[in-house]
């Protein structure tokens, strides 16, 4: 029971980490990333559909992303949607693709993006948790049952604990680089 039940633990954690790790990607820090555009949905001839899916999105350099639609048709709806997102940003549109500058962030800009960082990663520690103690409860009802034995319920039990801290630091590693990220000037 003691494989199994870290494994699927460790699984359910590691969607945890892979999911924050994609929160973290879509917060904006002052240089251009495709990833930033990820979560816009266009209405593409009556359907929405995800821009990487009709666009080609790419980083000329730092401070810029070029969205280049495959179907020029498409780059009014490409232009509302970047104007309709919450990014903040401001789509320049020539005909055939659309720039995007990406402005220098305020200094209060910066700290209500920490804020939402850190937000994010105690949602995330919050999840780990959740993790545990359904791991914890599968394991103390396997003993009440009688399937485990008293002491090998306890080991069980601190494992998941350690695997839970060890994923809990790992989020804090992550918070402390993304904020430091969104500090940089």
Sequence with gaps: ?????????????????????????????????????????????????????????SVPDSKLLLVTPYDKGGLANIEKALLKSDLGLTPNNDGRVIRIPIPELTEERRKDLVKVIKRLAE?????????????????????????VPEDESHRIRDEIQKVTDSYVKRIDELLKAKEEEVMEI
Excluded at 32 to 51: C, E, K, M, R
Excluded at 126 to 147: F, H, P, Q
């Design 123 to 147: 949602d995330s520690r919050v999840s780990l948790r959740n993790i545990r103690r359904e791991a914890n409860e599968k394991v103390k009802k396997a003993e009440k049952d009688g399937e």
């Design 1 to 57: 029971m003691r494989k199994e039940t870290l494994a699927a633990i460790k699984n359910k954690m590691d969607q945890t980490m892979d999911h924050v790790r994609h929160e973290f990607s879509t917060i904006r820090t002052g240089r251009a990333s495709t990833a930033l555009l990820d979560g816009i949905s266009v209405d593409y001839y009556g359907t929405a559909a995800p821009l990487n899916q009709i666009a080609n999105i």
